[in-house]
């Protein structure tokens, strides 16, 4: 299997631009996760989806932030209108157990909102 | 609510030399503990776990952990650092009723040749 994969790898845009962020994860595993990571925050868990429904989203910062999982194949999370404070590296992973601790990432989004 | 603390946000070690980063942890009941490895550009990677037993946890790489529940701890170690191991640390707790991490700051080893 090739692992969690995240398309693009690099993002640049500007302020008020939509952006789109990709995300497969690994075949067979049932529970996908969003993480943004900043050196002010750290790791935060955004949203996560188990047979691709969303359980918990207390994590997306607001509304300009949205994730959807329309099959089991692939998410995407979408930033409209991005801002400059959204410019961080996002991950996704993927798990088979019940999400616990059995989560590979992928290699990230690094996301640069001018 | 359970959370993991990293005290220390940067450590440097001599290449050979033995190496522990702390870990502590704030749970009621016995907690699920994970350290991950991030290399530079790279997402997560899983070092090892500790659900119960042993307290004693083998990972990959040649890592070792020991949960203490005495001490609230979950020290990660190694005995002989190689400069590859040169990375950030994240410990992590299950919250969440099971399905969610939450991961501490994180501690960024470097390893001097």
């Known amino acids: 299997d090739a692992g969690v994969i995240q398309s693009p790898r690099h993002e640049v845009t500007e302020m008020g631009q939509e952006v789109t962020l990709r995300c497969k994860p690994i075949?067979?595993?049932?529970?996908l996760f969003w993480y943004r990571q900043t050196m002010m925050r750290g790791l935060e868990l955004l949203i996560y989806?188990?047979?691709?429904?969303?359980?918990?989203d207390s994590g997306m910062p607001e509304d300009r932030f949205s994730a959807k999982m329309p099959n089991a194949s692939f998410s995407t999370l979408k930033i409209q209108p991005s801002e400059p404070r959204d410019s961080a590296v996002y991950f996704c992973?993927?798990?088979?157990?019940?999400?616990?601790?059995?989560?590979?990432f992928g290699p990230g989004t690094r996301l640069t909102v001018l | 609510a359970q959370s993991v603390t990293q005290p220390d946000i940067h450590i440097t070690v001599s290449e050979g030399a033995s190496l522990e980063l702390r870990c502590n942890y704030s749970y009621g009941a016995t907690p699920y503990l994970f350290w991950y490895v991030q290399s530079p550009g790279q997402g997560l990677q899983l070092l090892l776990k500790?659900?119960?037993?042993?307290?004693l946890v083998q990972g990959i790489k040649g890592f070792e952990a020991e949960f203490k529940r005495s001490q609230s701890s979950f020290n990660l170690r190694k005995p002989s650092v190689h400069w590859s191991d040169a990375a950030e640390y994240f410990c992590?707790?299950?919250?969440?009723?099971?399905?969610?991490?939450?991961f501490g700051t994180g501690t960024q080893l470097k390893v001097e040749l």
């Open positions: 075949s067979g595993h049932d529970y």
């Open positions: 500790y659900f119960s037993g042993d307290t």
């Open positions: 992590a707790v299950v919250t969440g009723g099971g399905n969610k991490l939450t």
């Open positions: 989806f188990n047979n691709n429904v969303p359980i918990d």
């Open positions: 992973a993927s798990g088979d157990s019940p999400g616990v601790g059995f989560q590979f």
